[in-house]
């Protein structure tokens, strides 16, 4: 059973759409402190001069505040503001009607909890990729204890699943202490993903944007690519 692993991050990029496309188990990680202003809270968008953060705001809270208790801001009407920035620079796109609508109603939901809007968006995007099938499970449920670093939590969460291949992002190369893993009877690959190059709605390709942006430019291509 291959297992990746990974946080609720806000309109998700390919990579991570592919990474869960090639497991059979997906734990979304938010048990694990929230980082303000990193790709939970915010992914870039493609605009005519380069890109920009499409970002949600949040409440102020402490530090150790866990993902899953962060509370999103309504002080000011950032929706319009996110829906806008959308319409504005994707409106041009070829399948932008195709897609917009679905974005734009759960934007629109006011989630309190801004987990809970990445989760929806996530689920969004991998029907859209064709990505089904796929056990998904919220550590916070799982009884998983964050003592021992990043690499125990990422194997606590593999023992809990039997003869499990562990699908670690290149960065896991740092932390993880593969020893560990071994000693548990869990293998660990890496994920190596080539980020492909397709038209966007404006000239010169600029990789790494939501995959948002491969679904308003490609439309059910978009399923290929990966």
Not at 14 to 43: C, H, P, T
């Amino acid at each position: 059973m291959i297992v990746t692993i990974h946080q609720p991050e806000h309109l998700v990029w390919l990579g991570l759409i592919k990474k869960i496309s090639d497991a059979d188990v997906f734990v979304i990680l938010d048990s694990v402190q929230f980082e303000k202003n990193y790709f939970q809270n915010r992914n870039k968008i493609r605009t005519k001069d380069g890109w920009i953060w499409l970002t949600v705001p949040v409440k102020n809270s402490p530090l150790e505040t866990l993902i899953k208790d962060i509370e999103i801001s309504y002080d000011k009407p950032w929706q319009k503001k996110y829906l806008t920035s959308l319409r504005i620079n994707y409106s041009k796109a070829k399948y932008f009607n195709n897609y917009y609508s679905k974005v734009e109603s759960v934007i629109l939901k006011k989630h309190k909890y801004l987990s809970d809007l990445n989760i929806e968006l996530l689920y969004f995007l991998l029907e859209e990729f064709g990505v089904s099938n796929k056990k998904i499970f919220k550590a916070s449920e799982m009884s998983i204890q964050n003592g021992g670093g990043a690499s125990n939590v990422c194997l606590q969460i593999c023992k809990k699943f039997e003869k499990c291949t562990y699908l670690a992002g290149p960065s896991g190369k740092d932390y993880l202490k593969l020893q560990d893993f071994e000693d548990a009877g869990c293998k660990v690959v890496f994920h190596d993903f080539k980020h492909p190059e397709y038209k966007q709605v404006y000239s010169g390709f600029l990789p790494f944007m939501s995959s948002l942006d491969a679904l308003f430019n490609l439309g059910l291509e978009a399923k290929k690519i990966l």
